[in-house]
Each structure stands twice: as C-alpha cells, then as structure tokens.
Antibody, heavy 124, light 106 residues
C-alpha cells in the first residue's frame, strides 16, 4: 500500500526541540521531492519545507528558517523534520507529503500523497 | 508572498445542488493552482491540479477552471461524501494555500 506515516509529535515547552519522522512505503521514495506541511487549529495548510531526491536542495518558509531542518534517509525510506527553538505559533498538525514532480525530476509543488499527520503542541 | 483568498468561507447546500467555490490570487499565477478536499481529522486530498486537471480517481462531478488570478471549483451535483472543507493552493511561487471554504448541509 502506498502510504506515509508520521510520528514524533508531542507537547513541548517554548524554546524546546522535537524531531518528526515520516516513514514512506509502497513507492520508490528516492525518486520524489518530499515536503512538510503544517496546519494550525482551524486554519488552512501551510507549506513548511521541502527537499529534493538526494537531500542536496532544500527550501523553507521564512518563519522557520534557521530553526527547522528537513532531511531524509533514502536507505530507510524516511523523511525528517528537526525543529529547534519552538514557538507557541508552531503548534499544528504536521503532515508529510509527496511532490509528484514535473516529469523531469524537479519539484512541481503540489502534493499528491499525504500522511495522516502528527500533532505538535508548543505550550508552557 | 502571493496571497490567496476564497469565497464564500462557508456554503450551505443540499444533495444534488451545483456548487461553485471561487479562489483569487494576489497576482497572476498562470494556471499553477490546485484544489484539495479535507474532512475532519483527515489529511487534505488532492482533487485538481494545473487549474483544471482532475487527479486520478477523483469523480468527474468535480471540475476546475480559471487562469491568472481567478479560479473556480465546481461540484456539478453535490453528494453526501462531498460535505467537507475545500482549499485552493497556488504553486507558481513556492506554495500558499487559501483559507478554505466549508461546504455544509443545508
């Protein structure tokens, strides 16, 4: 079955750190750009970061630059998001998502496969 | 950043109704627009990309149109499974989602 499964979300204090993981299965993971998207309670989704097939190219939304790091391990079919210096406004469900690509191996930036998400709550 | 707006924010409709949702971009995004459906407790599901291309497996009652700054998602005959929140997303410059339109039972 083609799927993405996130884990690692929990309650953390402001200024704390957390590492999210996403396990991919059912497709050739190393052929796709991958993405993290978050959704705060009652809000629309927000793209957070994406990474190319070999981890050499990465992009971040301005609000997380310098605090979050996206990475991947193709041998383990896994995507990660290291989140440092967390803020209350980072509270959200974090989704791992697949970018189907533009046909030439580059990103297209819409997302055709999503995980069920993992909840990150930043609160004292 | 390219801002996205959607109207209406909430729409009350009955099974069988034709439903139209509008999405506007703050500047031209050509046809780089996608639509997603989200039900409570679930991840967004891709319905349409490139403004009007139906994703594999999505029922043909869903259609999209538009270009530049104004886009529409139409459901030709609303079904019970279609009550959900719908989001547009521009991917001309990075990725920005709209605030959503909730389709509820009238």
């Amino acid at each position: 079955e083609v799927q993405l499964v996130e884990s690692g979300g929990e309650l953390v204090q402001p200024g704390g750190s957390l590492r999210l993981s996403c396990a991919a299965s059912g497709f050739t993971f190393n052929k796709y750009w991958m993405t993290w998207v978050r959704q705060a309670p009652g809000k629309g989704p927000e793209w957070v970061a994406n990474i190319d097939q070999d981890g050499s190219e990465k992009y971040y939304v301005d609000s997380v630059k310098g605090r979050f790091t996206i990475s991947r391990d193709n041998a383990k079919n896994s995507l990660y998001l290291q989140m440092n210096n967390l803020r209350v406004e980072d509270t959200a469900v974090y989704y791992c998502a697949r970018d189907p690509g533009d046909g030439s191996g580059y990103y297209i930036w819409y997302f055709d496969l999503w995980g069920r998400g993992t909840l990150v709550t930043v609160s004292s | 950043d390219i801002q996205m707006t959607q109207s209406p924010s909430t729409l009350s409709a009955s099974v069988g109704d034709r439903v139209t949702i509008t999405c506007r971009a703050g500047q031209s995004i050509s046809r780089w627009l996608a639509w997603y459906q989200q039900k409570p407790g679930q991840a967004p599901k891709l319905l349409i990309h490139t403004a009007s291309t139906l994703q594999t497996g999505v029922p043909s009652r869903f259609s999209g149109s538009g270009s530049g700054t104004e886009f529409t998602l139409t459901i030709s005959s609303l079904q019970p499974d279609d009550f959900a929140t719908y989001y547009c997303q521009q991917y001309n410059t990075y990725s920005v989602f709209g605030p959503g339109t909730k389709v509820e039972i009238k």
